[in-house]
């Protein structure tokens, strides 16, 4: 039995964000979303998500591109002059790694992250961040460290294997990223180390912004043993602030709805849920088989 875990990244974000996961998970395969706790529709995804109690709902750590959920005046080393975390990540994860005044406020920020999960009553399913920033060395270990005291159980590591990517698009050139490699897997010894769940084979790097239905049901008919993550970013339309130039939001919803997407993960092979739902006794992943 090989598990899967498909997530919609960036949940509150837009209400068009919102209403593509609402009807990826009620008609589709569509079974975990990352929420933006300080993003301009939180509210409005935390009402959803009530609503649905079958859709696991993690923290999606924003550090980068976007705003602090803490004022202003309490996070100045990691914000520009607007307002805004750096858009930077090389000089802004230099500076929490060298700065100690910015590792104090990086790590008020993230608490104060967790503590906005909390205070919706949702289930912490997972957590991960965006641009996969929960790779920096010192925001891992803050995530290890706050993440405990909040329940924490599982996290996303961006490894995607080449081989399942060929079987499933044969015609693409699938590159080595050493340095993303490398960092994943630093991290996901810390975090595993630290009894936290981290799938075997995460997929949504290389088709970024372009998981078409028939890439999605390849993935799905090509999955590795073990258990995996597939991620994408679903909106029921491009456009709202924050998108990102060239995705295809909308191909992805449907995409998660796609008859025969849906068709290839009702195999008896694959058993479908949330991080929650594979996570057995320090991190390892429980009903799936290695």
Avoid at 188 to 213: E, I, K
Avoid at 223 to 246: D, K, N, V
Wanted: hydrophobic share 50%.
């Amino acid at each position: 039995m090989r598990g899967l875990i498909v997530t919609a990244d960036d949940f509150g974000a837009a209400l068009a964000v919102n209403e593509a996961v609402e009807t990826a998970h009620r008609e589709g395969v569509l079974t975990a979303a990352s929420l933006m706790v300080g993003g301009p529709a939180a509210a409005d995804a935390v009402t959803r998500a009530r609503a649905m109690p079958t859709l696991r709902v993690g923290l999606h750590l924003v550090l980068v591109e976007g705003r602090p959920v803490l004022p202003m005046a309490e996070v100045g080393r990691l914000v520009d002059s607007a307002g805004w975390f750096r858009a930077d990540m090389a000089r802004a994860g230099a500076s929490m790694f060298f700065d100690p005044a910015a590792r104090r406020q990086l790590a008020a920020e993230i608490e104060a992250q967790f503590r906005a999960f909390a205070q919706t009553g949702l289930c912490l399913d997972h957590v991960n961040a965006h641009k996969h920033f929960h790779l920096h060395p010192t925001i891992a270990s803050l995530i290890v460290k706050i993440g405990r005291r909040h329940g924490l159980r599982a996290v996303r590591i961006p490894i995607e294997p080449r081989g399942a990517l060929a079987l499933a698009e044969p015609a693409g050139r699938y590159r080595r990223d050493l340095v993303v490699d490398l960092w994943s897997a630093l991290a996901r010894r810390r975090f595993r180390n630290a009894g936290l769940l981290a799938p075997d084979h995460v997929f949504g790097l290389r088709w970024s912004g372009a998981m078409t239905a028939r890439r999605l049901r390849a993935l799905i008919e090509n999955l590795p043993q073990g258990l995996s993550e597939i991620y994408l970013h679903p909106a029921t339309r491009g456009g709202f602030a924050g998108a990102a130039a060239g995705y295809g939001y909308s191909d992805e919803l449907a995409a998660l709805i796609a008859p025969e997407v849906l068709d290839a993960a009702k195999t008896g092979a694959i058993r479908l849920g949330g991080f929650v739902d594979f996570a057995g006794p320090r991190g390892t992943a429980r009903g799936v088989a290695a």
